[in-house]
């Protein structure tokens, strides 16, 4: 519990009350070693968010500049390979990349909603929507106007001798270091020029001006540290190759104490409450910093290192007080769900699962799965930072329907398709699978949502393609 | 802004838009993320849009932006900015500055933790130049009395410091944060906030580094004999 030295301060009554509640949470709900009651729901949470996508009500308007944003967290989650639920009816892909079109400005970038001015946030997130609508990469760029999108993204930098950094939208949005990280992502997500993007307006030298004393970073320089900041700063910086010109030691130290001793979430600054979606901007953190220390001490010198932070406390906060009855996932008990934490909180859980390889209540889901789509449900995160810690191919993955005659319980087999071009498609499967390589023969012809990538004939099983810590699958590649 | 007091008239019925044509926004096949419509304020974007189509920049469409964040919605950044520029075409900041001041109060007291808002600000601030300051961290102070770790609010103070600040004011900052560290000593903003002084302000405010650096190591201690469980404290002593 918090200690206040008997002395009270708005700090400390706000701390202990949250305390009490999340403690009382645990101790009623939760019996030590009880996984059994611990378990994602994820049809609610998909029943939740695409109640999101079509038509949300007039009170919304307050978020009419972040449409962009409101598709990508539906979207981002809704991936059915991340929550194993049937792909919405409507609105269809092709609806939603006609939105996503109709908010890209003339001279390049995208706007929260058609006609608005181009906005680094909205154009991350229009990037990110556009990967995920499972869109092949010939089709993506008919819809990206790549050329005007970068030189977008340079007008909006700040060149270093006025302070560097960049600017938001034009002609005078504010500047700080989501900007950096936004713009970075999209570039790495479009195959466009990172380091002129960087050069441009000094972005290595300002993210490192925005660490502050406590070792995280803040919006601007000299801004208190915060989990936000520290996530996009860390991973503008990860994507340039150039993270370790933070101070990457003091880093670590302030983000392991941003987690609750007791509720196990991270909170966003010292002395603050802790929220859920700090599970990804916190929780992601981790994986970043172990994959560039590997990159600078070697990964045997990592040998046995323990987990930075504690995975299974963060994964029972999220489960246990963040995770909504009735579908969707909040900042913490008392607050309602919305979409942003949904996203977040769901993107810090897998984060977790797939940093640590634990997986808090993995035998179970509610929906009767198998076991192992609890490890499938921790799949890469869209960061485009996260795949440059976990170097594998861009990628993204969606169900495809069962053939009713299959004798498994498992409810979707993942599809995955490489972006190289000429890979042939693969598929996961669970590892008992191996066994069965008869019924391969018998998979669908075609993928609902790409329509392209299976072809009939014999399938290969490649054993070393178990890239994900608590892998128990196998790929599939069909030759 | 929008006159309360009296009946509110649709804006397609408003005789100084007459000769503008409205423009909906364009609609997908199935509705995407789309957000129902108010019938009546709606339209204020519609005609919004219009004018930002035309690349107008005039009073009426001064007050209708005003109209749109004071009603409909105050995180529009394209609604901020277009404003900015019709500020800026009108006779700039100075012939326009009360104007702009309400408006960011009352934005401030419904949403102090709006983007746009303190970026409206900063810029109104840096506009103005030096003698704006004090009144800045007035302005700001004020959003700190309802939340005293607002966010926004600090930076707000840093660039003010930064761009506008007399050395008299960088001093009168760390009074301030001990203000505040009285109410809360577990408020980090304010520990962060000594950090920015103490590092970034100019000698003649806070005096020779080694005395400055004597002060707050006493002053940290002292806090910390109150309160040993202080994160805050240990952090800014290292």
């Known amino acids: 519990m918090t200690i206040d030295d008997s002395l009270q301060t708005t700090t400390s009554i706000d701390q202990a009350e949250l ?19 611990l378990s994602l729901n994820p049809q609610q949470h998909i029943k939740y968010l695409y109640g999101g996508l079509g038509q949300l009500p007039s009170g919304f308007i307050s978020l009419d500049a972040s449409r962009t944003w409101i598709c990508y967290w ?43 001015l181009a906005h680094l946030a909205p154009t991350y997130a229009a990037t990110v929507c556009l990967q995920l609508a499972c869109v092949p990469p010939p089709a993506r760029a008919a819809v990206v106007d790549r050329p005007k999108l970068l030189s977008f993204l340079l007008r909006m930098c700040v060149p270093a001798e006025q302070g560097g950094g960049m600017t938001m939208h034009e002609a005078g949005g504010e500047v700080d270091v989501r900007g950096c990280y936004c713009a970075l992502a999209a570039c790495e997500m479009l ?63 302030w983000a392991v104490r941003c987690q609750g001793q007791v509720e196990g979430g991270f909170m966003g600054r010292t002395n603050k409450l802790v929220d859920g979606c700090y599970s990804f901007w916190q929780g992601g953190v981790f994986p970043l910093l172990v994959a560039l220390l590997k990159e600078q001490q070697g990964a045997a010198a990592l040998e046995g290192l323990p987990l930075l932070y504690d995975a299974a406390a963060l994964q029972l906060w999220l489960l246990k007080c963040c995770q909504m009855p009735r579908g969707g996932l909040r900042d913490k008990p008392g607050k309602p769900a919305d979409y942003y934490h949904t996203c977040y909180c769901l993107s810090g859980l897998s984060c977790s699962q797939h940093y640590s390889g634990i997986v808090l209540g993995g035998a179970q889901v509610r ?16 960061s485009a930072a996260w795949q440059h810690a976990f170097p594998v191919p861009m990628q993204h993955t969606f169900p495809v329907p069962m053939p009713s005659d299959m004798p498994f319980k498992t409810a979707s087999i993942f599809c995955r398709i490489s972006w190289s071009g000429q890979t042939p498609c693969a598929t996961w499967l669970p590892r008992s699978w191996r066994r069965r390589r008869s019924t391969l023969r018998e998979l669908p012809a075609n993928c609902e949502w790409c329509q392209q990538c299976w072809r009939p004939g014999p399938a290969v099983l490649h054993s070393d393609a178990l890239l994900l810590p608590s892998e128990s699958a196998v790929l599939v590649v069909y030759s | 802004m929008a006159d309360t007091s009296q009946d509110f008239q649709p804006i397609g019925e408003r005789r100084e838009w007459a000769d503008v044509q409205p423009r909906a926004l364009p609609r997908t096949p199935q509705p995407v993320v789309e957000i129902g419509r108010d019938e009546l304020l709606a339209e204020l974007m519609d005609y919004f849009w219009a004018a930002v189509a035309r690349q107008e920049l005039s009073e009426r469409v001064l007050a209708l932006t005003g109209e749109i964040i004071a009603d409909l919605n105050s995180s529009n950044y394209s609604v901020w900015e277009w404003r ?7 006779g700039g900041v100075q012939a326009r500055v009360a104007e702009e001041k309400a408006l960011t109060r009352s934005v401030a007291t419904a949403n102090p933790k709006n983007y746009q808002l303190w970026n409206h600000r900063r810029r109104l601030a840096l506009a103005l130049g ?20 607002n966010y926004h609010a600090w930076a707000h ?35 962060n906030q000594r950090i920015f002084v103490l590092r970034g302000a100019p000698a003649a405010a806070v005096g020779a580094p080694r005395e400055a650096y004597d002060r707050e190591v006493a002053f940290a201690a002292a806090q910390l004999r109150l309160v040993p469980h202080n994160e805050s404290v240990w952090e800014a002593l290292r």
Not at chain 1, 23 to 36: S, W
Not at chain 1, 220 to 247: I, M, V
Not at chain 2, 84 to 90: G, K
């Open chain 1, 19 to 37: 305390e009490r509640r999340v403690a009382h949470i645990y101790a009623t709900e939760y019996a030590d070693g009880d996984e059994e009651g």
């Open chain 1, 74 to 116: 539906v979207t981002h989650r809704c991936r059915p390979a991340l929550l194993g639920g049937p792909v919405p009816q409507a609105p269809d892909r092709d609806s939603i990349i006609a939105f996503i079109a109709s908010c890209q400005h003339p001279e390049g970038g995208f706007g929260g909603g058609p006609y608005q």
């Open chain 2, 84 to 90: 900015w520029r019709c500020v800026q075409a009108l």
């Open chain 1, 191 to 253: 195959l466009l020029d990172k380091s002129a993007v960087a050069d441009a307006c000094g972005m290595v030298d300002y993210i490192c001006r925005c660490q502050s004393h406590e070792g995280g970073i803040g919006g601007e320089p000299w801004n208190e540290a915060h989990g936000g900041y520290t996530f996009c700063g860390l991973a503008a910086a990860a994507l340039l190759g150039k993270a370790h010109a933070l101070d990457l030691d003091r880093l670590l130290r």
């Open chain 2, 130 to 149: 030096p003698g704006q300051a004090e009144e800045e961290l007035a302005f700001s102070a004020a959003c700190l009395e309802h939340d005293a770790k």
């Open chain 2, 157 to 191: 103070r840093q660039a003010v410091l930064q761009h506008l600040g007399e050395p008299r004011l960088w001093a009168a900052e760390l009074a301030y944060t001990e203000r505040l560290l009285r109410q809360d000593v577990r408020n980090n903003s304010a520990w």
């Open chain 1, 367 to 382: 929906d009767g799965s198998m076991g192992v789509h609890r490890t499938m449900h921790g799949m890469l995160c869209v």
